[in-house]
């Protein structure tokens, strides 16, 4: 004796559809990307844009650098950053990373004397050209308000702020768009 009643189909769960986790991971990462841009937008509002200021550094070995005159065969990068960041501890190892083949000027906001900053980057193994900037005067000439803070400059002009912890294609990325 065969049953006419038509089989009830259990509905798969939307948890176990590889569609539904697609479209979620997608929304997740569109609504992360808005909230990042539009963080870097809000912390960057108060700094240059367009052409660099004039500005000659005196880094804690005793050189002098010019943005502009530096900036002009290849990008530098322009970064701010404090010894007490924690952000920062994610991010100075990229930097660092890309001072073997980019020329990276690193501005130590905040960070104590000389030899304080020395011992640091000694201690951490970094070799870029850093600037003590102990009282923050030039952190503040240039508007930044978080740190770690990261600027490209080409041919005088400033290509891209970013703030915040970045990846190290993200940074990359901005330096070949630049």
Known sequence: MSDNTPQQVKPKSKWKNPTWWLKELATLIVLFSI??????WWRTQ???KGTVPPTV???ISGDTIDLITASRDEPVVLYFWATW???????TPTVDWLSDSYQVVSI????????RVSGYLNSHDLEFDT?????GAIGQQWGVQATPTIVI???????????????PPGLLARL???
Do not use: H, Q, Y
Not at 85 to 91: E, G, N, R
Not at 153 to 167: A, H, L, Q, V, Y
């Open 85 to 91: 960041c924690p952000a920062c501890k994610f991010v």
């Open 131 to 135: 600037v003590n900037d102990e009282r």
């Open 35 to 40: 909230m990042t841009f539009a963080i870097d």
């Open 176 to 178: 070949w768009f630049s």
């Open 153 to 167: 400059i080409k041919d005088g002009k400033i290509e891209s702020i970013t703030t915040g912890i970045t990846t």
């Open 57 to 59: 550094l005196t880094t």
């Open 46 to 48: 108060d700094m240059p």
């Open 108 to 115: 130590a906001m905040t960070s104590g004397d000389n030899r």
